[in-house]
């Protein structure tokens, strides 16, 4: 069964970086598949931050690209996500998810609430 | 304003059929790409629900079932029970490999 666990500080102040870790257990994550970062603020919806594939190929939500990078630590099996900048708008809960070649999130972790303020 | 557009509520009695729609664009649905749909529930993380807009993974009840023509959607639930309240959520992907989801609708069992 795998499992993702997301991990890094729950409390940014505005315009730092918020950073984050997912540990994937498992699963190799240089077998395949792609490994995404998908953000739910309070009360609102999903929304896909980007991936990072097997090979190390990132893409990115047009609409955070400037402020995002994904990177892999295949060593440690974990994959993270680094958003500069931010705001209070930036605050939500942080999932980490495994999705296969048509793009579905089979596997999540269980999320990290993380809050920008000072 | 999402990608994808879906009704913000539904409802239904217990043992009614319902149905959730969700709208593309000729880029995404409309181009082929695959539906997904997910199940959420408060403080918890997105359950994979439908996959390649009609396939259910493994322990999903065949109570829950999905299409898709021209540039729509739709998750359909019969049967419904009080337990299936909770928030839905569609996503579908492009030529780029970029994911997008739905705004969401909140199913209420009456």
């Known amino acids: 069964q795998v499992q993702l666990l997301e991990s890094g500080p729950r409390l940014v102040k505005p315009s730092e970086t918020l950073s984050l870790t997912c540990t994937v257990s498992s699963y190799s994550l240089t077998i395949g598949f792609h490994w995404g970062w998908i953000r739910q603020p309070p009360g609102k919806g999903l929304e896909w931050i980007g991936s990072i594939y097997h090979s190390g190929s990132t893409y990115y939500n047009p609409s955070l690209k400037s402020r995002v990078k994904i990177s892999m630590d295949t060593s440690k099996n974990q994959f993270s996500l680094q958003v500069l900048s931010v705001t209070a708008a930036d605050t939500a809960v942080y999932y980490c998810?495994?999705?296969?070649?048509?793009?579905?999130?089979?596997?999540w972790g269980q999320g990290t609430l993380v809050s920008v303020s000072s | 304003q999402s990608v994808l557009t879906q009704p913000p509520s539904v409802s239904g009695a217990p043992g009614q059929r319902v149905t959730i729609s969700c709208t593309g664009s000729?880029?995404?649905?409309?181009?082929?790409?695959?539906v997904h749909w997910y199940q959420q529930f408060p403080g918890t993380a997105p359950k994979l629900l439908i996959y390649n807009d009609n396939n259910r993974p493994s322990g999903v009840p065949d109570r829950f079932s999905g299409s898709k023509s021209g540039t729509s959607a739709s998750l359909v639930i019969t049967g419904l029970q009080p337990e299936d309240a909770a928030d839905y959520y569609c996503q579908s992907y492009d030529s780029t490999l970029s994911a997008f989801f739905g705004g969401g609708t909140t199913l209420t069992v009456l």
């Open positions: 000729s880029s995404n649905i409309g181009a082929g790409y695959d």
């Open positions: 998810a495994r999705a296969d070649g048509s793009v579905n999130f089979d596997y």
